[in-house]
């Protein structure tokens, strides 16, 4: 079985369970897959499969909620449940769309899938724990429950041409200002200090050390790539910036993460001084 066809499958099935079902017999079969480097998939009419609840809504128009109230944190919760479920399809979509690299690109971005689905069913398990319905015991809240927006699919689209601006724009980018987000979070949480807001946190300290490997791996195959095309990384990074309109990234910023993650220190000065870094 093709490895990259199967990644296929899995982005493209709407039905939540049954998604995370297709990833995790990916990871089941992983060693026996064939990766098919060469094979030129057709891309389906409509990519990704996701289900038809949350609601879909301009990031500008996403609710505000306190954490210190307990729907608060649920919704900041579903928030972070919505990133993890993007991020399971955007290296599903990597490992499909993007024929001739070697083999360990795909099963780098096949790791990161698997991961995001762990990530993704930790906070799912965690939102439905914090209220049920007092007679049936229904949990009150699930993914689906809040509105959510589309900004790290909308930028997976942009760069679907390009495996270069994919790999700058999206781990190195996007999910790199989770670096910088998720302690500031924590904080937030400890402040309020109740068992679910600790538990929480205990969650994110898994997603934490899983990103910086994520964002290590976008930061290994952009410079392999601009070596392979031969370009220079920080200038061919402002460029694709301008090109896709990605977001200016603004501080305070995780250093120590970003270094992990494998960020230079000419990227790092070049974000701290307001650079497109």
């Known amino acids: 079985m093709s490895l990259r066809t199967l990644a296929l499958a899995a982005l493209g099935e709407s039905d939540l369970q ?5 990833v995790a017999a990916l990871k089941a079969e992983a060693s026996a897959l064939v990766v098919d480097p060469e094979v030129l998939l057709p891309e389906p009419a409509t990519l990704p499969g996701r289900p038809a609840q949350p609601v879909l809504i301009e990031p500008a128009k ?3 909620r306190s954490v210190h ?3 608060g944190r649920a919704a900041l919760i579903h928030a972070i449940c ?6 399971i399809n955007l290296a599903l979509d990597a490992v499909w769309r993007f024929a001739g690299l070697p083999a360990d690109f795909y099963r780098d971005w ?3 899938a698997i ?3 762990h990530h993704f069913s930790l906070l799912h398990q965690h939102l439905q724990s914090l209220a049920q319905d007092e007679c049936t015991g229904v949990p009150r809240w699930r993914y689906g429950s809040f509105a959510a927006h589309d900004g790290l699919w909308s930028m997976c689209e942009k760069t679907k041409a390009d495996v270069t601006a994919r790999m700058a724009l999206v781990p190195r980018t996007l999910e790199a ?3 910088d987000a998720t302690p500031l979070i924590q904080t937030r949480l400890r402040q309020v200090a109740t068992p679910d807001a600790l538990a929480a946190c205990d969650i994110l300290d898994i997603i934490l050390r899983d990103e910086i490997g994520h964002v290590a791996i976008g930061n290994h195959w952009y410079r392999w790539l601009c070596e392979r095309g031969g370009l220079e990384p920080v200038v061919h990074y402002k460029t694709l910036v301008r090109l896709h309109r990605a977001p200016r990234l603004k501080g305070p910023f995780n250093t120590a993460a970003r270094q992990r993650a494998g960020f230079t220190e000419v990227e790092l000065v070049t974000l701290m001084q307001g650079g497109e870094n």
């Open 177 to 179: 200002r989770g670096l």
């Open 115 to 117: 991961e995001e689905a």
């Open 82 to 87: 919505h990133i993890e479920f993007n991020a």
């Open 62 to 64: 996403v609710p505000q």
């Open 18 to 22: 049954e998604k995370l079902a297709l």
């Open 110 to 112: 096949l790791r990161v």
């Open 69 to 71: 109230t307990l729907e």
